[in-house]
């Protein structure tokens, strides 16, 4: 038997065949664990058997496929259903592109290039199936399913912020818990964080398809095709696998416990004078094991299925956000307004040109690495005109605070929101946005409206309406136009 290496997701395949070999996990909860049909599970288990766990490497690792598509092969499909037969359902699509373009694909391949851009298929209509309760899996660890339940938690005492919570759907603990301002891949990598130093890796997570999960969107500024989110990236790097549920009641357990929480535990943050975000996790904290305790529930294996974490494993470097940059000729990279100055190694005395990883921990601080080492940086020194903004020959404007305050702050980290909250503070304010105004008082810079002269106010083609002068020294600025009508 050949020596072979398995990643984390291959580990997490042997130790679900193997429950199943030893007849403790039925063959098709292992199917919805490792997301698979049956039918698959079946084929792995008979060429396990033959193989040994080389079997669960796949054959064309490292090889490109014979039947891989060609580049401009895939860009005039999706550029064709995108534009021109926009609208078709994918297996319409592809006999349409056989008959009038020649472009013969099969519609799965069609459906799979298209989906993977973003473009989904025309909605289908089927008969509604007949729903049964899910039996529990039979081990600890094999699944937990994960949500969010936005609560006014404090009540009238403090601000408003969310629970997310993982549930073990096979005892019904509560695996970890945390309160975040909102639900966002942060607040999601500190609860598998705690889940992973407590417990160990899960098999698998079971959630909804919120955009922290899986990417379903096309905003502009991302091209496609869009592989992953950091979340499931960093869950596939971890060999955990996902399930997406498509109902909130096939999530049952963590609903039930979302609502569970929203009467218990409001009453014990109640009880104990919470009024801050910290102050209701530390109650979190002291909650969670008596309530587990209490509600548990045997599994009906004792055997756990937590995973212990390689020890070459970094947790901070998987459950992080990971941004590529390209770096410049003096060895500088930008990231989210800083520049990077990366500092020679021993082996390598200079990276211009090179692409390397950027990752963001949880709690801000950064590292870059490339090709999997670690590159030690600094601060870059600052341009001359970031140097004479420093020593006041250029000032923040009033201009400039009116693009801060207009800037969307959706998205935007931490860091960068204290950074704006410093350059306001920094900026003048103008003298209309010190002192309020009346509600009767013209608006800045207007003069009160005069009667309209007799002659018409000059406009363009377009409609747009010009002020025009009334008097001399008096002018005259048309809102709205309806017929006739001047408003």
């Known amino acids: 038997m050949k020596d072979v290496t398995l990643n984390q997701r291959e580990q997490a395949r042997l130790q679900v065949l193997n429950s199943v070999l030893e007849y403790q996990l039925p063959t098709t909860q292992a199917a919805e664990v490792l997301g698979i049909s049956e039918r698959q599970v079946r084929r792995i288990l008979a060429a396990y058997r033959r193989e040994g766990a080389a ?35 994918h297996s319409h699509l592809s006999e349409v592109l056989a008959e009038r373009e020649g472009i013969h694909l099969s519609s799965q391949t069609v459906s799979r290039l298209l989906n993977r851009h973003g473009l989904s298929s025309a909605s289908r209509h089927r008969p509604p199936k007949h729903r049964i309760r899910r039996e529990r899996m039979p081990q600890e660890g094999m699944l937990l ?7 006014a938690w404090l009540e009238e005492r403090g601000p408003g912020f969310v629970l997310l919570l993982a549930v073990d759907d096979a005892t019904g603990t509560v695996a970890n818990a945390v309160f975040q301002t909102g639900e966002d891949t942060r607040g999601y990598f500190l609860l598998m964080e705690g889940v992973i130093r407590r417990y160990g ?48 009641q096939a999530k049952g357990r963590v609903e039930r416990m979302a609502g569970t929480f929203q009467d218990w535990l409001v009453s014990e943050l109640r009880l104990a004078g919470a009024v801050t975000i910290d102050q209701a996790n530390a109650v979190l904290q002291e909650f969670l094991p008596q309530f587990n305790r209490q509600f548990r529930v045997p599994a009906q294996q004792p055997k756990v299925a937590y ?58 601080q950064l590292m870059v690495r490339s090709g999997g080492e670690v590159i030690p940086h600094q601060e870059a020194p600052p341009r ?104």
């Open 307 to 364: 995973r212990s974490l390689d020890a070459s494993v970094f947790l901070e470097r998987v459950l992080c956000f990971k941004h590529t940059r390209q770096v410049a000729r003096d060895n500088t990279i930008k990231f989210q307004w800083r520049t990077l100055q990366l500092l020679p190694g021993e082996e390598r005395p200079s990276y211009a040109g090179a692409r390397v990883e950027v990752l963001e921990q949880s709690g801000g």
């Open 201 to 248: 890796l899960p098999l698998a997570l079971y959630g909804d398809r919120h955009g922290v999960f899986k990417f379903a969107g096309k905003p502009r500024h991302i091209q496609p095709p869009v592989e992953a989110t950091h979340f499931s990236r960093a869950v596939q790097e971890l060999g955990i696998e996902q399930v997406f549920a498509r109902s909130p």
């Open 145 to 151: 399913q994960i949500d969010q339940s936005h609560h």
């Open 384 to 487: 001359p005109g970031a140097l004479r903004a420093s020593n006041g020959a250029q000032a923040p404007t009033p201009e400039m605070a009116h693009v801060v305050r207009n800037l969307a702050r959706r998205g935007l980290t931490r860091l960068q929101l204290q950074r704006l909250a410093a350059l306001e503070a920094a900026v003048p304010q103008r003298p209309e946005d010190a002192e309020p105004r009346r509600p009767d008082a013209p608006p800045p810079g207007r003069v009160p409206r005069a009667s309209r002269p007799s002659g018409k106010p000059f406009t363009t083609p377009g409609s747009r309406v010009y002020p025009f002068e009334a008097s001399p020294g008096t002018w005259v600025f048309p809102e709205t136009r309806s017929g006739s009508t001047w408003t």
């Open 55 to 89: 079997a669960l490497v796949h054959g064309n690792r490292g090889r490109q496929s014979r039947n891989t598509i060609p580049e401009e092969t895939a860009s005039a499909v999706v550029v064709l259903a995108s534009g021109k037969y926009a609208g078709f359902n």
